[in-house]
Every structure is written in structure tokens, then in C-alpha cells.
């Protein structure tokens, strides 16, 4: 395993659900976004996957957004598209800050 150290970023980041799962075997999943707010992206620690004989990077990030009644339902369905990759989310927690509440979003890259 190995430590991503990574200056934050400030971006903006697309928070989605799914939507019309369909009923049958080969139904895929669509996704529509929730919202595209401006979060604090903070890469923490990460590892390498090998799938396919392909080899890609897996680590958590942590997404710091401003907390509004929009994303008050953010939860482990939805998922956050960043920088042309998907995010599953692991954990959420609303945080008081000096100004406003924030809702930070704790995610691991998906395998897609």
C-alpha cells in the first residue's frame, strides 16, 4: 500500500442517484445527478488493483461540501462523478463550521 499525498483541490464534483433500475437481466443502471456542488477534494490513503491486466488506483477521498437541504439525503446509493472517474460513498457526516455547516463525504474510486 502506498500514501497519496496530495495537495487539496477545489472543484466542482456531480453527486448522483440511480434511477430505473429496470426488472430484467440485462438492464443496466442510469444515474441522475442530485446536484454539481464545489467541494474540498483531499486524496488520502490509496492502493493499486489489477484487473484485466490492467492497473489502476484505488484509494479513499474525502469530498467537503457545503451542507444544504439538497444533498440532506446524500447517502451510500448515490454516488459522486470527479475528474472522469465514479466514487462510491462510504461514509457522510455533517460537520459545524465557523460560516455554515459542511458535509463531508468520505468515498473509494469505483471499479467501472
Request: charged fraction near 30%.
Amino acid at each position: 500500500m502506498s500514501v497519496i499525498c496530495e495537495p487539496l483541490v477545489r472543484a466542482k464534483i456531480v453527486i448522483e442517484i440511480p434511477s430505473d433500475e429496470g426488472s430484467g437481466p440485462e438492464d443496466v443502471t442510469t444515474w441522475a445527478a442530485v446536484g454539481e456542488p464545489w467541494a474540498e477534494i483531499e486524496h488520502k490513503d490509496g492502493d493499486e488493483d489489477q484487473a484485466a491486466d490492467q492497473q489502476y488506483a484505488r484509494g479513499n477521498t474525502v469530498f467537503t461540501i457545503r451542507y444544504s437541504n439538497a444533498y440532506a439525503g446524500v447517502n451510500a446509493r448515490h454516488r459522486i462523478r470527479f475528474d472522469g472517474d465514479n466514487y462510491d460513498i462510504l461514509d457522510f457526516q455533517k460537520v459545524p463550521a465557523i460560516r455554515a455547516r459542511q458535509l463531508k463525504i468520505t468515498a473509494k474510486t469505483r471499479k467501472d
